[in-house]
């Protein structure tokens, strides 16, 4: 079965400084058929002006992941880091027992980027904070593991059995992905357009996928894509 969440659709958050689309229900936005996607439970696409940011705020229990596709963000929590959050970068904030943080963009130019929530296998866990680029390791045609249970690879650790690739695709180029038994898969479009079994997903587009052995996809146009694996 596959769910498209088209791009028009979500939810949106809207004032002077801030321009949020929500995937699933966030804050005010409220939809009962579009709460969350197993464990994924949160995808918001942010822009927030020059200058402006999120104040202090605190987090519990919960997997948080910053990926910056331009500008830059500037983070600061209580576990005392203060790093600059650039494009490229995947930031994972693993909240547990608890966390704040504060988000702002310190340039001239809007910061735009996706913050994704993932509940955690257990409640409780000692506070944590990572960050990397992947840039250098990506691939014109493939699939790049940014973030996995065991940290596998060059990957960031997450407390889920999850695994989340970046999948960059060029025009034209063809992809198939077997999906496990009992896994499901979030596709996230974050740039360019793709057509999956005859569904065209555009940038901001993403579609839910369960009781599925394959799928497939052909890039119309170039592309950049947030692949989910959930168990």
């Given amino acids: 079965m596959i769910t498209i969440r088209k791009s028009t659709e979500r939810g949106r958050t809207k004032n002077s400084w801030l321009q949020s ?65 650039l494009a490229g970068d995947v930031q994972i904030m693993s909240a547990g027992t608890g966390i704040a943080h504060s988000e702002f963009n310190p340039k001239d130019d809007a910061v735009h980027f996706l913050q994704i929530w993932i509940t955690p296998e257990r409640t409780g866990l000692e506070p944590a904070y990572q960050q990397r680029n992947f840039t250098s390791q990506r691939r014109a045609d493939g699939l790049t593991l940014i973030a996995s249970p065991e940290g596998k690879g060059n990957s960031l650790f997450i407390n889920q059995n999850t695994n989340i690739y970046i999948l960059d695709l060029e025009a034209n180029s063809p992809f198939e992905y077997e999906i496990k038994e009992e896994r499901k898969i979030w596709l996230q479009i974050l740039r360019g357009s793709v057509n999956m079994d005859d569904h065209i997903m555009q940038a901001g587009d993403g579609a839910g996928i369960t009781q599925e052995k394959k799928i497939k996809l052909t890039c119309m146009d170039k592309a950049e894509i947030l692949l989910f694996d959930l168990g």
């Fill in 21 to 85: 689309r929500h995937s699933f229900s966030f804050g005010d936005y409220y939809d009962p058929e579009h709460q969350n996607f197993g464990v994924l439970q949160v995808i918001n696409e942010d822009k927030v002006s020059a200058n402006r940011g999120f104040d202090t705020h605190k987090h519990k229990d919960m997997e948080i992941i910053s990926y910056v596709l331009s500008g830059e963000l500037a983070h600061k929590d209580s576990l005392g880091n203060g790093s600059s959050i």
